[in-house]
């Protein structure tokens, strides 16, 4: 089969909420509280689930509490309380009162800009219900109204939907649905969640939330841009991708896990191609080199079945010529098999005491040792690939600096939502294909 790459293009991601944001790593910042913030409501005591907000948020001067030492958290939040907390979120600044009522800059700012009208503000020390708390939000913040599908059962309103993809908003389940409760008032305490979002957003812009952690989205890295409602299991129960206009082939990789295969019977029950193993390094200090058992009675008897093959080399490198050592031996032991799959760089971390990935090297470093190995396999007349996880190609890597190789997803969901595109999907570890005894990784490779 012959290999081309895939035409990457962009697509949204869904983001959701989290505390706090502190400059850490280039192109990500983890979420935590910065130290020294406390409340100063009597009120909000550390324990109650919005106190990192309210603590963080009054300490900028972006909500306070009633003048009394009470934030009111379970209180209903005012029209007036609304103007003021979103829009400084949202970067207004602090504006002078234009009238008689304290908030009454705000509700004029708010009406200039069109973003509600003086008739849906209305009474300013009124309820002002949720859905126009959204839409000011998502106004204020500059969004159009998505186009998308509502992920509220209750409401369809494009600013709240834009709000939802940016994770300022995430609703609340009932039964079986999520809902917004559009007409409902909004709570003080529920409103630091959102006006730290909106700060968030406004700070920041659109970012990727993973594990805890946002992350900068990399420039010219193409997005993801498969249609969830397109994967579905076939009448195999292997998964497929139904998309117009996409081809896909069905593959395994197999190591010596895997044990005897009958390969026959693996490509008789559909399987169009296979990544073996070559060989691994240890995950000892001293890394030494090993083969895989299997591979070279794996890769004959796929070729031997007419399947299209490919291989790996399970890399625990920590310098660049590690890498590039790994790189000469697998074209070494693949010299004389007609390769036509890709030959991968699959490095992953061993977390325990003693081993030599435990650190994991510098992003500089991954990517770096990447490079390496992919430049000596092209050069070597092979394809190649690089593998890794959501964790690692968001932590370990950047991935603007791989762009000229292809990439191979592992991440174990019915649908692959990492962020960024990608050529190939593991998407179980635990499948079943008649010739192996055991559980085996299964893949799709996509062709546009």
């Not at 073996?276 to 008897?301: A, C, H, L, T």
């Not at 964790?391 to 990492?418: C, H, I, R």
């Given at each position: 089969?012959?290999?081309?790459?895939?035409?990457?293009?962009?697509?949204?991601?869904?983001?959701?909420?989290?505390?706090?944001?502190?400059?850490?790593?280039?192109?990500?910042?983890?979420?935590?509280?910065?130290?020294?913030?406390?409340?100063?409501?009597?009120?909000?005591?550390?324990?109650?689930?919005?106190?990192?907000?309210?603590?963080?948020?009054?300490?900028?001067?972006?909500?306070?509490?009633?003048?009394?030492?009470?934030?009111?958290?379970?209180?209903?939040?005012?029209?007036?309380?609304?103007?003021?907390?979103?829009?400084?979120?949202?970067?207004?600044?602090?504006?002078?009162?234009?009238?008689?009522?304290?908030?009454?800059?705000?509700?004029?700012?708010?009406?200039?800009?069109?973003?509600?009208?003086?008739?849906?503000?209305?009474?300013?020390?009124?309820?002002?219900?949720?859905?126009?708390?959204?839409?000011?939000?998502?106004?204020?913040?500059?969004?159009?109204?998505?186009?998308?599908?509502?992920?509220?059962?209750?409401?369809?309103?494009?600013?709240?939907?834009?709000?939802?993809?940016?994770?300022?908003?995430?609703?609340?389940?009932?039964?079986?649905?999520?809902?917004?409760?559009?007409?409902?008032?909004?709570?003080?305490?529920?409103?630091?969640?959102?006006?730290?979002?909106?700060?968030?957003?406004?700070?920041?812009?659109?970012?990727?939330?993973?594990?805890?952690?946002?992350?900068?989205?990399?420039?010219?890295?193409?997005?993801?841009?498969?249609?969830?409602?397109?994967?579905?299991?076939?009448?195999?129960?292997?998964?497929?991708?139904?998309?117009?206009?996409?081809?896909?082939?069905?593959?395994?990789?197999?190591?010596?896990?895997?044990?005897?295969?009958?390969?026959?019977?693996?490509?008789?029950?559909?399987?169009?191609?296979?990544?073996?193993?070559?060989?691994?390094?240890?995950?000892?200090?001293?890394?030494?080199?090993?083969?895989d058992k299997y591979f070279s009675q794996n890769i004959q008897g796929?070729?031997?079945?007419?399947?299209?093959?490919?291989?790996?080399?399970?890399?625990?490198?920590?310098?660049?010529?590690?890498?590039?050592?790994?790189?000469?031996y697998v074209i070494e032991q693949v010299k004389d098999y007609p390769?036509?799959?890709?030959?991968?760089?699959?490095?992953?971390?061993?977390?325990?005491?003693?081993?030599?990935?435990?650190?994991?090297?510098?992003?500089?470093?991954?990517?770096?040792?990447?490079?390496?190995?992919?430049?000596?396999?092209?050069?070597?007349?092979?394809?190649?690939?690089?593998?890794?996880?959501?964790?690692?190609?968001?932590?370990?890597?950047?991935?603007?600096?791989?762009?000229?190789?292809?990439?191979?997803?592992?991440?174990?969901?019915?649908?692959?939502?990492?962020?960024?595109?990608?050529?190939?999907?593991?998407?179980?570890?635990?499948?079943?294909?008649?010739?192996?005894?055991?559980?085996?990784?299964?893949?799709?490779?996509?062709?546009?």
């Amino acid at each position: 089969m012959n290999l081309k790459r895939i035409t990457r293009c962009t697509a949204a991601l869904a983001l959701a909420i989290a505390i706090g944001a502190q400059p850490a790593l280039a192109g990500s910042y983890k979420l935590s509280v910065p130290s020294g913030y406390t409340s100063p409501f009597v009120d909000v005591q550390k324990g109650d689930w919005y106190y990192n907000y309210v603590a963080v948020l009054n300490s900028k001067g972006i909500i306070d509490g009633y003048g009394n030492g009470y934030f009111g958290a379970d209180d209903s939040l005012t029209a007036g309380a609304a103007l003021v907390m979103v829009l400084k979120a949202a970067g207004s600044g602090t504006l002078t009162a234009t009238g008689s009522h304290w908030a009454s800059g705000y509700e004029d700012y708010a009406v200039s800009r069109g973003y509600l009208t003086r008739q849906e503000i209305g009474d300013l020390d009124g309820e002002m219900p949720r859905i126009l708390v959204a839409q000011l939000a998502a106004k204020a913040l500059g969004l159009s109204p998505s186009k998308e599908k509502s992920p509220f059962a209750d409401v369809d309103d494009g600013y709240l939907t834009a709000l939802y993809e940016m994770g300022i908003v995430t609703g609340s389940t009932q039964g079986d649905q999520t809902v917004f409760l559009p007409d409902k008032p909004i709570s003080r305490a529920e409103i630091s969640v959102i006006v730290w979002q909106i700060e968030r957003v406004h700070t920041y812009g659109k970012q990727i939330l993973f594990q805890g952690t946002y992350y900068d989205i990399l420039k010219d890295v193409p997005v993801n841009s498969y249609d969830s409602k397109y994967f579905q299991k076939n009448s195999s129960g292997y998964m497929a991708y139904t998309e117009p206009g996409v081809e896909t082939a069905l593959g395994i990789d197999v190591s010596v896990y895997q044990g005897e295969i009958d390969w026959q019977k693996v490509a008789d029950a559909g399987i169009d191609f296979t990544i073996i193993r070559v060989g691994y390094r240890g995950y000892g200090s001293e890394g030494k080199m090993m083969p895989d058992k299997y591979f070279s009675q794996n890769i004959q008897g796929a070729l031997d079945a007419g399947l299209d093959v490919g291989v790996y080399y399970f890399s625990q490198a920590i310098t660049v010529e590690e890498a590039r050592q790994e790189a000469a031996y697998v074209i070494e032991q693949v010299k004389d098999y007609p390769l036509t799959y890709p030959v991968v760089f699959d490095w992953e971390r061993q977390n325990y005491a003693g081993s030599r990935t435990q650190t994991v090297p510098s992003v500089s470093t991954m990517c770096k040792m990447a490079n390496a190995f992919c430049a000596d396999i092209t050069a070597a007349g092979y394809e190649a690939m690089v593998y890794f996880n959501p964790s690692e190609g968001y932590k370990q890597y950047d991935l603007s600096q791989l762009m000229d190789y292809p990439f191979w997803l592992a991440q174990y969901n019915s649908v692959p939502t990492f962020y960024y595109d990608f050529d190939m999907w593991q998407y179980t570890s635990t499948g079943r294909v008649p010739g192996i005894s055991g559980s085996v990784d299964i893949n799709l490779r996509f062709f546009r």
